[in-house]
């Protein structure tokens, strides 16, 4: 154990020595994301060993913060919009619930804390990653195809027919990084978990078949995430009488 | 017996524009009065800058004035479901945007989305689009074509206004001409309350109706 953390160490000295022999300007916040990383990591360890302890519901308590955290983060990328953190984070929350109930009740995993926690954060952490990407993207192709989002009021065209096309690019847009992984699974990556079960000494096969289920999952988690809280978040955009909002600029 | 058409009473509107990187609110109409009566053509003229199309737009609702009131047929457009409003009140703006499609299918947009049930060959025709073009890619027309396309569609909503911000600023002279003779036919053939800004003057000439300056915020008479 002490091996594996001075790993860990020994790895990011290396990134900070060569970032600050180039000048790159981002040492600091390496420092900070490396040591942030640090803490955080062995904080969950030190939780997951209590939770471990504890009733199930502890465990969908933490899950709950989680995604309130990661409702947060995608909020903040929405340029702060009106009802936009509870949005995201039930977004986040439908969405990863959906996802993670199955496993459990097919009998993939036993319904205990050290299954419950690590596949709920995986559709969590996705979920948000794709509704961060793709709220940021839909709020650009809004701005700046303002000219054509109006064209289409001024025909009458409600607000959720007037952005309907750049919806679908901010969701497009955020599924791209997603779509690419799975076209290249196996081929250039061994994804996290079938990883983790390789070096605990896991049948391959099962391996890598609870991999592929993990995988749809988050995809299929972080695409029904940005869908709802981009369909949903369309009226923040507009007012009351259908005008787009002078703000956005 | 005497109620205008579209009225506006005591207008104003700020709006904010980047300077230097920092929001500046800029006081663009002040108090500003309008009647103009059915059927009647108003050309407005101004500086860049005046909020020619800011009193279009506020008179559609994309844009709220910040006092005042606008009516149409006497009912303040507040009243009005937006949607239907801006059915009633067709807008063309000064650079054309087509929608994904054939420019059949951009002509047609309203239709679908009202229910109505007109002939949209027939309209196209009017407005000069040649049949071949219909089912070409709207995307792949030329600017002039485009234009045409975008006046076919804001007319099959069967509006009674017409609003036209600088419709032909982006088009040559020989376009904007054909484009000019083609809306002042279609303005007398349905009998629309037009509203047309331009910066050209001589345009404003050509086209007639009565002649509006917007200065300082406000409208005034132009004389000949």
Redesign the interface.
Known sequence: MPEVLALALTVLLVVLTAVYARRFGIGKEISIAGTRALVQILILASLILVLFKLPLYWSFIVLLAMAAIAGHTTYSRSGKLEKGLSLAIVSIVAASLLLLIPFFLLGIFPLEARYVIPTGSILIGNAMNVSSLAIDRYRGEIKNRR??V?????????PK?AAS?CLKQGILSALIPSIDNMKNLGLVWIPGVMTGMLLGGADPVEAASIQIAIFTSIFAAGMIASSLLLHYSTDSFF?E????R??L? | MDQAHVELKNISKA??R?VNNARVKTQILSSLDLKVQRGELVTIMGASGSGKTTLLRLI?????ADSGAIMLKGRDI?DYN??????KV??V?Q?P?V??GSALENIA??MK??GDNIDVEALARSCGIPENLLDADASQLSVGEKQRA?IA??LA?QPEVLLLDEPTSSLDAKSAEKIEELLLNLRRERNLTVLWVTHEKEQAERIGGRRLILREGRLEEEHA
């Open positions: 000219a054509e109006e064209a289409y009021l001024a025909l009458g065209a409600p027919l096309a007012t009488a259908a005008q787009l002078e703000e600029d | 709006v904010f980047k559609n609702r994309l844009l709220e507040r937006p949607l239907e409003l801006r059915k067709g807008m703006f650079l945007v929608f994904k947009f309203g989305l009202w975008c569609r804001a909503n």
